[in-house]
């Protein structure tokens, strides 16, 4: 193997770990200057389990993590995200979470609960095969730009150009069925079925209606995507380097996964509160027909864009990312790959595929 052919396999590899110890930098330069003989026993695909990394199948196999991890967490908190876009719209009558939950259940039953769980299920299904499949395809490709040095230098940056790429298709995607959720949710018996919520939805705003939302919807994806993979890789970086007694590969699989859902419900209490004024202008635009962004600041105002709200948006956004890396990582697992982020300082020789995140 040429040395282009060997830094193009392995400047991933190193950016796919959270190390960024002096130890690391001095082996991963040591191997650039002086390429291996790679044989069975360092970058081969059997070490892989027949898995070529980032192959078609690779970022497949990423993407159907990603349906599971976010299709499957978005359906659990139905509850809370009703009570929660009611409490947004209509804060008269839904005042707080008790007796938003207690207004839900007179007025609707227990049915009334899981109001909008189809297009919830399918449109995060999409977005989350969006995310974390074109992450993982932006990450490397901003890796092979940036070029070896900066690459492991200006990993940081990486992961938020990477995370923030990713949302924006991932946005386009997840829209149509976020306008149809709130407006089902906020405004019972709207429609009967998906197919008739869009149906009733075009009718009234036309096809373009069902993007009215986007700016708003990126403006807190975005955001939120960013600090999600950012935030949860320096923080189970910081908890395997402080808090873990023993490294990473010396752990259990539950362990790990323990690990993936602490870091990642820390991470989603963060991006909770950076990207709650979008949230509040995405359920307001959705809900209200004809309305605009200036409609929404002058009805809800600068303080209660920012808060209201929050408080269950906190809990339920931290509890969802939590959820959501610890399904990835289990599927991830699963499919024989390597959970996210927290390698120690190790040599790159020897098993690689340890070493891909």
């Given at each position: 193997?040429d040395?282009n052919?060997?830094?193009q396999?392995?400047?991933?590899?190193f950016?796919?770990?959270?190390?960024s110890?002096?130890?690391?930098?001095?082996?991963?330069?040591?191997?650039?200057?002086k390429?291996?003989n790679?044989?069975?026993?360092?970058?081969?695909?059997?070490?892989?389990g027949?898995?070529?990394?980032?192959?078609?199948?690779?970022?497949a196999?990423?993407?159907?993590?990603?349906?599971?991890?976010c299709?499957?967490?978005?359906?659990?908190?139905?509850?809370?995200?009703?009570v929660?876009?009611?409490?947004q719209?209509?804060?008269a009558?839904?005042?707080?979470?008790?007796?938003?939950?207690?207004?839900?259940?007179?007025?609707?039953g227990?049915?009334?609960?899981?109001?909008?769980w189809?297009?919830?299920?399918?449109?995060?299904?999409?977005?989350?095969a969006c995310?974390f499949?074109?992450y993982?395809?932006?990450?490397?490709?901003?890796?092979?730009?940036?070029?070896?040095?900066?690459?492991?230098k200006y990993?940081?940056?990486?992961?938020l150009?990477?995370s923030?790429?990713?949302e924006?298709?991932?946005?386009?995607?997840?829209?149509?069925?976020?306008?149809?959720?709130?407006?089902?949710?906020?405004?019972?018996?709207?429609?009967?079925g998906i197919?008739?919520?869009f149906?009733?939805?075009?009718?009234?705003?036309?096809?373009?209606?069902?993007y009215?939302g986007l700016?708003?919807?990126w403006?807190r994806?975005?955001?939120?995507?960013?600090?999600?993979?950012?935030?949860?890789?320096?923080?189970?970086?910081?908890?395997?380097?402080?808090?873990?007694p023993?490294?990473?590969?010396?752990?259990?699989?539950?362990?790990?996964?323990g690990?993936?859902?602490?870091g990642?419900y820390?991470?989603?209490?963060?991006?909770?509160?950076?990207?709650?004024?979008?949230?509040?202008?995405?359920?307001?635009?959705?809900?209200?027909?004809?309305?605009?962004?200036?409609?929404a600041?002058?009805?809800?105002?600068?303080?209660?864009l920012?808060?209201?709200?929050l408080?269950?948006?906190i809990l339920?956004?931290?509890?969802?990312?939590?959820?959501?890396?610890g399904?990835?990582?289990?599927?991830k697992v699963?499919?024989?790959?390597?959970?996210?982020?927290?390698?120690g300082?190790?040599?790159l020789?020897?098993?690689?595929y340890?070493?891909v995140?």
């Open positions: 193997m040395n052919n060997f830094r396999s392995v400047i991933p590899m950016l796919y770990s959270s190390s110890s002096s130890k690391y930098l001095i082996e991963f330069e040591h191997l650039i200057a390429p291996p790679c044989s069975s026993s360092s970058l081969s695909t059997s070490d892989l027949q898995l070529e990394v980032f192959s078609p199948a690779y970022y196999k990423c993407s159907i993590g990603g349906v599971f991890s299709g499957l967490t978005h359906m659990a908190v139905t509850p809370l995200d009703i929660k876009c009611n409490m719209i209509n804060p009558k839904y005042k707080n979470i008790s007796s938003g939950f207690g207004t839900l259940l007179k007025e609707h227990i049915k009334g609960f899981f109001t909008g189809v297009p919830t299920l399918l449109g995060y299904s999409v977005q989350g995310k499949g074109f993982e395809f932006f990450k490397k490709a901003y890796a092979d730009i940036a070029g070896p040095e900066n690459a492991a990993k940081t940056l990486i992961y150009a990477g923030a790429s990713a924006l298709i991932a946005g386009i995607a997840l829209c149509p069925f976020e306008a149809v959720k709130v407006r089902v949710q906020t405004n019972p018996g709207f429609a009967k197919s008739d919520s149906l009733k939805f075009i009718n009234a705003e036309g096809t373009a209606g069902l009215k700016g708003p919807l403006g994806q975005i955001p939120y995507t960013m600090m999600k993979f950012a935030c949860f890789e320096t923080i189970v970086e910081m908890m395997y380097k402080h808090i873990i023993i490294p990473k590969d010396e752990c259990s699989k539950s362990l790990q996964l690990v993936s859902f602490a990642g820390v991470a989603g209490v963060l991006c909770a509160i950076v990207s709650h004024p979008a949230d509040n202008l995405v359920s307001f635009l959705n809900n209200s027909q004809g309305a605009t962004v200036s409609n600041v002058q009805k809800l105002g600068l303080l209660g920012f808060t209201r709200g408080p269950l948006r339920m956004i931290g509890t969802l990312t939590g959820a959501q890396w399904i990835y990582d289990a599927f699963v499919v024989g790959l390597p959970t996210t982020g927290g390698v300082a190790r040599s020789k020897g098993k690689s340890d070493k995140e």
